[in-house]
């Protein structure tokens, strides 16, 4: 990488690495915690309050890149994470679990994903953009594991209402990071076409990559309607779950730094394929241990073998949808593609306490199982797409 390539991609990291952290801070704590809310007593409405965030992110993500196109991308994102920091501040307020979802809803309007990622994209090259957006996915990973181990320890402390505004402390830091640390835009932004959203529309290869976001983040966020029960029945108490947790996530990372090698050998799809196919087994494993009293060992190695398959279509599948998507549209095809992944957030907080009260377990990951099938069914006319010619340079600064 150039330096400009390792400062934007360091820097873009950073920013979503705050605004994840403050996130997943919530993730393993939110079922509990809700539930000592009025209203809490419901494991629908719970699932509703962790999954609105993502319906407010997928109404406002293509917006957000159409408007990185023509306003810029950095003050698109800082206005992005002033709105998810005064939603933090609801939260952080609400009385109820109604305002707790109207506090997530409103964080989820800050939807910065598209206008980060594309930012990213248009500062580094082709052939190190996988690179990049594995960073971003590795620290994204980081800050799951990191989370992981302190939310239940700060929630001890300083409950949820402290959380959240820990996020959103963390959100204004990110503010700092895009005005003093962000590279300056690139001057390919000033007098080209912008993007349409008919035009990145009529890509097939955008459609399968959009399609597999939604299913991969639906089943990420519903399997955390289970997961920390089966891990209690397991034996393991809800303040040791990190045990699990940390090795299985950094573990996870040797195996996706193997990917890179995979990609300059033209193994991209096959490899990219094996992790669809590879949490599609995963949730099947989930499903059968559901069946009787799970074991710690059999969720240990189910959940090591998730994030293999989820940290590398984390860092493949957005390097894909910006490489195949025309440079003057990126902005307006990552906002589609950010759509959909905040749509999975939501189908997955829905349809997960949804399955969770009425099927169980077993219900819920046979669901998993069955979409993860028809997504490697949906993605295996898949080809890798080519490197781009290079365009204008990024502008140092």
Not at 164 to 179: D, E, N, Q, Y
Not at 208 to 231: E, S, Y
Not at 345 to 357: N, Q, R, S, T, Y
């Amino acid at each position: 990488m150039t330096p400009v390539e390792r400062r934007a991609s360091f820097s873009l990291a950073t920013i979503f690495s705050l605004r994840m952290l403050g996130l997943f801070l919530i993730l393993p704590v939110f079922a509990l915690e809700a539930g000592k809310y009025p209203g809490g007593d419901d494991p629908a409405l719970i699932g509703l309050a962790m999954g609105i965030y993502g319906l407010t992110q997928a109404l406002l993500q293509f917006p957000f890149g159409l408007a990185s196109d023509r306003l810029g991308r950095k003050r698109v994102i800082i206005f992005g994470l002033l709105v998810f920091a005064v939603g933090s501040g609801v939260a952080a307020l609400a009385p109820s679990l109604v305002w707790l979802t109207i506090g997530r809803a409103v964080q989820g309007a800050g939807a910065v994903s598209a206008a980060v990622t594309a930012l990213l994209a248009d500062q580094t090259r082709d052939e190190v953009r996988t690179k990049s957006m594995a960073l971003v996915g590795a620290s994204i990973g980081l800050m799951f594991a990191l989370s992981l181990v302190v939310a239940p320890l700060l929630v001890e402390y300083i409950g949820l209402v402290g959380l959240f505004t820990m996020t959103a402390t963390l959100a204004l830091v990110g503010v700092a990071v895009v005005i003093w640390w962000v590279p300056a835009e690139p001057l390919q932004h000033k007098n080209q076409p912008r993007g349409s959203l008919i035009e990145v529309l009529q890509l097939p290869a955008l459609l399968r990559l959009n399609f597999g976001v939604f299913v991969l983040h639906a089943v990420q966020l519903a399997m955390w309607m289970a997961v920390p029960k089966m891990l209690e029945q397991a034996g393991l108490s809800h303040e040791h779950h990190w045990w699990v947790y940390l090795p299985a996530v950094m573990g996870s990372f040797l195996v996706m730094g193997g990917m890179f090698p995979m990609e300059k050998r033209g193994y991209l799809r096959a490899v990219f394929l094996m992790a669809v196919g590879l949490i599609t087994v995963v949730q099947l494993g989930f499903w059968a241990v559901a069946t009787s009293s799970p074991s710690l060992g059999a969720l240990s190695v189910l959940l090591f073998l998730f994030f293999c398959g989820f940290n590398v279509l984390e860092a493949s599948q957005p390097s894909m949808a910006s490489r195949v998507a025309p440079a003057h549209a990126r902005g307006a095809a990552m906002g589609v593609y950010n759509t959909l992944q905040s749509l999975g957030f939501f189908a997955g907080g829905v349809m997960g306490g949804w399955l969770m009260k009425h099927q169980g377990a077993q219900g819920l990951f046979a669901v998993c199982a069955g979409v993860m099938l028809l997504w490697l069914l949906v993605a295996w006319p898949m080809t890798a797409p080519a490197a781009k010619v290079a365009g204008l340079a990024p502008k140092a600064g």
